[in-house]
């Protein structure tokens, strides 16, 4: 949907070509999402392929869970946080020894209020573009939820790096009328990052509701997307049961998109990145680099990037 995008003035193309030398290359040394704690039943076990590799998860207890990987019969760090159960990809069994901290969210009262997940058809990086585009939302998931008219606004926004990813500064919400559900002066703050996270705040001065979309590889040419909530105010509570009914044709949207995407690439089709509107996307792909080039090791790793502001038109 790129081609929607309005983009302002100045505006450079920083990548002629959408293909990647090392798609087949999985962010590994990183723990990802292997399922909603309920996704697995109490005392029973559950198969999962992640980044290729069969995996099987067996839950204990309420709190406790336990991974190995199918092949080997080899345990594998596995953690239950935030209501989710993480299973750490190493690209190298000795690195089970020193996994790091599961990625924390805070995510307001720890609990999964709502869940969906879709198998998107695409690499993890196809999967990351549609995370990353600021056309994504407005243009692939058009409705009048998101935008109340179909006028085009110039959006400012500031970025920081933050620890493994980059962070869009809070500020206000310009023309997405479902914000204003929780009441207030909302402010929206978006923090990526490695390998494939992307959470969203939306705050006032009493609530917060998170939303935190969560991509994990099966395999080249499949990823699972998990969207995500986590909130603390009753007025969500009382619509949850409806959101079922706008949660599945939304993520069939990124279905839809995905496969025509993948369509594309099969007539050689060169994608383009294109100036402040693509700019997260390079920052991911120079993120992936950096962790690769760092040993995937979280003490040496550097963050690549610097504090910018990005202008588009959505
Ligand atoms: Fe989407």
Redesign the pocket.
Known sequence: MRGRVAVTDDVQVEHASNDRADKSVYILDKWYVAARLNEVSKHAEKAFKICGRDLILTRETRDQCTARDAATNKPVPCEISEDLIWTFIASDESRHADPGPVPGFGGPKGKVRFMEKVIIPAHQDDAVY?LLDPA??PF??RSPLWRGNGILKEKRKSFEPSQFGFTMMPHAPVNSDIYHLIGGAISVRIAFRLPGLRAEYIQNSKHCVLGLTALTPIDETRTVLRQIFYWDTPILGAIRPFATLFARP?LN??VNIMALRQKNLGYRGKGMLVGDSDKQFLWYLSLKKAWNASGRCRKSFQNPLSPATLRWKT
């Open positions: 549609g994504h939302t692939v998931h939304f949207q990124d």
